[in-house]
């Protein structure tokens, strides 16, 4: 049973299009993240947040815009997706808002 | 900004040998820090962290060392084994609610 899960694994799309990548998780913790992974391997933070309040933005354009339904699930939708968007998403969780991260499998976003 | 540097790409070491991580990092407010090993295809897992108020933490083969004064911390794997050979990722936190990482060092462990 994955503590951590992200739907699509894969996702490829067109310039211009909107999608959403959608992250669970089953481990009863209060804080959630984005995280995405450039070319250049960095994984820099995009959103936290706990207790579906936004906590953090970290400068993210608004075509961006994350939905937590309730603790446990945190939404990335993407609006007029562009080339840079090409990257893979990390899902995380963690029990409140310090120390280790509980990451999910990672959504490979590619726009063509 | 990156405030989290591993200068080391990549490293490749014999079985059974030393594996020496090396990080630096720029903000002194950070205050705690993570070691996170990724395998392909996987999402990063936790190996080791460490307070600022301590210098060294060890976890079986781990060991993480961490100097302040220098900005700097590392991550001693001994010995090396084969299952090693992944992506290696520093963190470093000063606030609730955001990590930041470096770029990785990539390990390959030698039969």
């Known amino acids: 049973d994955t503590a951590v899960s992200q739907t699509p694994k894969y996702l490829v799309t067109q310039m211009g299009n909107d999608k959403s990548i959608k992250c669970e998780q089953n481990?009863?913790?209060?804080?959630m993240y984005w995280y995405k992974q450039d070319s250049k391997k960095f994984l820099k933070i995009m959103f936290s947040?706990?207790?579906?309040?936004?906590?953090i933005n970290e400068t993210v354009p608004n075509r961006f815009s994350p939905k937590s339904p309730d603790k446990a699930h945190l939404n990335l939708h993407i609006n007029s997706l562009e080339l840079g968007d090409s990257a893979v998403y990390f899902c995380?969780?963690?029990?409140?808002?310090?120390?280790?991260?509980?990451f999910g499998e990672g959504s490979r976003l590619t726009v063509l | 900004d990156q405030q989290v540097k591993q200068n080391s790409p990549s490293l490749s070491v014999q079985e059974g040998r030393i594996s020496i991580l090396n990080c630096d990092y720029t903000?002194?407010?950070?205050?705690?820090f993570l070691w996170y090993k990724k395998y392909p295809a996987e999402g990063p897992t936790f190996l080791i962290s460490?307070?600022?108020?301590?210098d060294k933490n060890e976890d079986g083969r781990f060991t993480v060392f961490l100097n302040k004064s220098a900005k700097h911390l590392s991550l001693h794997i001994v010995p090396s084994q084969p299952g090693d050979s992944a992506v290696y990722f520093c963190?470093?936190?000063?606030?609730?609610?955001?990590?930041?990482f470096g770029a990785g060092t990539t390990v390959t462990v030698r039969a």
């Open positions: 995380a969780s963690s029990p409140q808002g310090r120390g280790e991260l509980f």
């Open positions: 481990l009863g913790h209060d804080t």
């Open positions: 947040y706990n207790n579906k309040e936004l906590i």
């Open positions: 903000n002194s407010m950070f205050d705690y």
């Open positions: 460490i307070s600022s108020i301590k």
């Open positions: 963190a470093a936190s000063a606030d609730d609610y955001k990590l930041s």
